[in-house]
């Protein structure tokens, strides 16, 4: 229940942001050749870069319920958190 919420408000936000809405179902979490630490984008602006962070906290809490399956993803991402850039946040 907790996670189709989450999802919901996701949705809901990226509506908003005029951004594409989430895949379901993905196979990956992010496209294969994605490379977060090469990521070029431009940085996200201070209310962005505080969504990411959210979104960074509620994937940890997905991990810890039970989708380890992500974990490696999830940390990748959130070694991102000091700065992220654009791409971060649509990968």
């Known amino acids: 229940q907790y ?3 989450v999802c919901k ?3 809901e936000y990226r509506s908003q942001m005029g951004m594409q809405p989430l895949p379901t179902p993905t196979k990956a979490p992010w496209p294969s050749n994605y490379h977060p630490e090469a990521d070029v984008t431009p940085e996200l ?3 962005k870069a505080s969504y990411y962070q959210s979104l960074i906290g509620i994937l ?3 991990v810890e319920l ?3 399956d ?3 993803e999830v940390s990748a991402m ?3 958190m000091a700065m992220p850039c654009e791409g971060h946040l649509e990968a």
Do not use: L
């Open 66 to 68: 039970g989708r380890g």
């Open 70 to 72: 992500v974990a490696i």
């Open 78 to 80: 959130a070694s991102m």
């Open 9 to 11: 408000n996701v949705d």
């Open 60 to 62: 940890r809490w997905i």
């Open 45 to 47: 602006t201070p209310a």
């Open 3 to 5: 996670v189709q919420a």
